[in-house]
C-alpha cells in the first residue's frame, strides 16, 4: 500500500470506531442510512440532464443551504453496487476534502460539487477524485478483509466475484482491492 491508502485506511478506521453506524456491518447491510446517521441527506434523481457529451453523472455532494448540512444527490438511474460506491466517494470528498465533522454545519459558499464523470479536471482535482475512490473502496471493502479471507477461496477469479457479492461491490472494486491485498 502506498501513503495514501494508508493514510485513508487510518482515517476509514478512525470514521468506524467513532461512529458505530460506520462499522463494516452496517456499511455493507444498508450504507445510506450508516452515511444519514452521520448527519448527511441521501437524495436521488434522474441527472440525465447534468450530461456531458455522454458521459454519465453518477452522484455530487453539496451543502443544503438552509441547514447548513451535506448533502449527497445520486443518480437514481445507476445500479444498486455503482450507487453505493457514489454514496461512499461523495462521502470521501466530503470528509477529506471539505473537513466536515458530523453535527457541523458548513457554509455553503465553502463547499463545491464535485463530479465524478468529469473528464477536464486539474492535476489537483484528478488527485482528489483517486483519493475519493480510495476511501470508498476502503469503507466498502477493506484491504485487510481481503487479505483475511484469502485463503477461503481457490482462485482468484472465485475470490473477486464471492466479495464483490458479499459486500456489494462491483467485481471491479473486489479485484482492484484483491490487487492491493497482494493476492495471488
Known sequence: ???????????????????????????????????????????????????????????????????????IVINGNEPKFRSRFTMAHELGHILLHWKWLPGRRIDHHFAEITYRADINYSQTEK????????????????????KNLKNQYPNISLMRNALADQYKVSPQVAKIQIEKANVE
Open 1 to 71: 500500500m502506498n501513503d495514501t491508502q494508508l493514510k485513508i485506511k487510518k482515517i476509514v478506521n478512525a470514521l468506524r470506531l467513532e461512529y458505530p453506524s460506520m462499522s463494516l456491518e452496517s456499511i455493507i447491510e444498508d450504507i445510506e442510512i450508516s452515511i444519514e446517521l452521520l448527519g448527511i441527506n441521501i437524495l436521488y434523481s434522474d441527472l440525465s440532464d447534468l450530461e456531458k457529451e455522454g458521459r454519465r453523472v453518477s452522484g455530487f455532494a453539496r451543502v443544503n443551504k438552509n441547514t447548513g448540512r451535506p448533502e
Open 127 to 146: 488527485a482528489r477524485e483517486r483519493q475519493a475512490n480510495e476511501f470508498a473502496s476502503e469503507l466498502l471493502l477493506p484491504v485487510d478483509e481481503v
